[in-house]
Structure formats: structure tokens, C-alpha cells
T-cell receptor, first 116, second 116 residues
Framework: EAGVAQSPRYKIIEKRQSVAFWCNPI?????LYWYQQILGQGPKLLIQ????????DSQLPKDRFSAERLKGVDSTLKIQPAKLEDSAVYLC??????????????FGPGTRLTVT | QQQVKQSPQSLIVQKGGISIINCAYE??????FPWYQQFPGKGPALLIA?????SEKKEGRFTISFNKSAKQFSLHIMDSQPGDSATYFC???????????????FGTGTRLLVSP
């Protein structure tokens, strides 16, 4: 099966500019996640969707970050305006409906954002 | 406390040796402990996972040892190979708040280098 797709793979912007990332999860996966991975750290969950509804956005900096998942499939994550500390890899992941106790999340390759 | 502590930060092992990475947690609500492997430019991929009702799980050359009373778990890579060179993340998952949805918390990562 096709994996989680993300675009673009790399993005360089100046501070105070805006940027958007796109994610297409694995077909049939109801749950979609956006993570921020700063260099040298583990991924940190920003937002979690179940179908097109938000179930956890407690760590999303809502003054500058926004995300949506229209029609419960693709998702976009936007940063406006960007700050230097937003430089990171933004990972999208998806997981199937939980069956038999399986909890696996499948990650995309990420978008590396550099804010100058 | 939603935190997972991981050590060492980096590790160099000779080919054929044993690689050991340790993690500790505080939150007793965690009920699923996966390990992820990440190669440069790729997203994390699930390697092996364990639930707290067992003390050890083995899959090929990879073994998780779990100590529930000490709230610690570790990854052992037997007969380490150069192809195992990657960053390894431990993680822990619990049901998030009142929603019942799982939330994955990652450790800070261990960069493993297996020398030929």
C-alpha cells in the first residue's frame, strides 16, 4: 500500500512569512497526526484528527499555527507568521481504526522547514 | 508527567556487538511502549512494541525488556549491523484525557552508529 505522502519536502522562508504543508494519509486511516521534530529531539504532537474532527490540539501554538482536514482525508498545516524557532521537520502520520489493540502510527517523510 | 527520558544520546557499537538503549517514564497511565527507527530524511518507522503485562518481547535481533516496577524499558539490538545505524526513539502511549484517543510521547532519541 502507498505510504503517507507529504509535500513539499523542503521549504525555506524568512521570518514573518507564511507557509503551508500538505499531507495525504494512507487510504482508510481515520486518524491523522501532525508532529514537530526539532533537530536532536523526538517528535512532538501538534494536533490529532479523527476523521475531520480535532481530538487533541493542546500543544498547537494557536496564535500562529492552524490545521484542517477537510472531508476527513488530506490535511494542511499552516504557520503564519513564522518565527525562527519554527525551524524543524514537520511530520504527518496516520493510523488505522484501532483493532486488536494495534496502535501503530505510520509516518510520512516529513517537510524540513528552515526559517531565516 | 507526560515525559519519557532516553539515554544515551549517542552510541557507537562495533559490528556484531550488542546495542542497548534505555528509557524511563513517570506516568503510570502509559499502556503501550513502542520503539521507532528513523533514518536520515525519513519519518520514524515502528520497530517493535510492548505492553506492560509482559517483561520481554523479542523480534529477530531486537528485544524489548520491560520493568514495570521501575518504570523502565530498554531496547537491545543483538549482532548489530552497519545497516542498523539510525536514530532510535522510545515512546509511550496513553489514552488522552477524556477523549479516549491515544497520545504518543517520544523520547529524545539515540543516534546509533555501528562501525564495520
Amino acid at each position: 500500500e502507498a505510504g503517507v505522502a507529504q509535500s513539499p519536502r523542503y521549504k525555506i522562508i524568512e521570518k514573518r512569512q507564511s507557509v503551508a504543508f500538505w499531507c495525504n494519509p494512507i487510504s482508510g486511516h481515520a486518524t491523522l497526526y501532525w508532529y514537530q521534530q526539532i533537530l536532536g529531539q523526538g517528535p512532538k504532537l501538534l494536533i490529532q484528527f479523527q476523521n475531520n474532527g480535532v481530538v487533541d490540539d493542546s500543544q498547537l501554538p494557536k496564535d500562529r499555527f492552524s490545521a484542517e482536514r477537510l472531508k476527513g482525508v488530506d490535511s494542511t498545516l499552516k504557520i503564519q507568521p513564522a518565527k525562527l524557532e519554527d525551524s524543524a521537520v514537520y511530520l504527518c502520520a496516520s493510523s488505522p481504526p484501532r483493532a486488536g489493540g494495534k496502535n501503530e502510527q505510520y509516518f510520512g517523510p516529513g517537510t524540513r522547514l528552515t526559517v531565516t | 508527567q507526560q515525559q519519557v527520558k532516553q539515554s544515551p544520546q549517542s552510541l557507537i557499537v562495533q559490528k556484531g556487538g550488542i546495542s542497548i538503549i534505555n528509557c524511563a517514564y513517570e506516568n503510570t497511565a502509559f499502556d503501550y511502549f513502542p520503539w521507532y527507527q528513523q533514518f536520515p530524511g525519513k519519518g520514524p518507522a515502528l520497530l517493535i512494541a510492548i505492553r506492560p503485562d509482559v517483561s520481554e518481547k523479542k523480534e529477530g535481533r531486537f528485544t524489548i525488556s520491560f520493568n514495570k516496577s521501575a518504570k523502565q524499558f530498554s531496547l537491545h539490538i543483538m549482532d548489530s549491523q552497519p545497516g542498523d545505524s539510525a536514530t532510535y526513539f522510545c515512546a509511550a502511549m496513553s489514552r488522552g484525557g477524556g477523549t479516549g484517543f491515544q497520545k504518543l510521547v517520544f523520547g529524545t532519541g539515540t543516534r546509533l552508529l555501528v562501525s564495520p
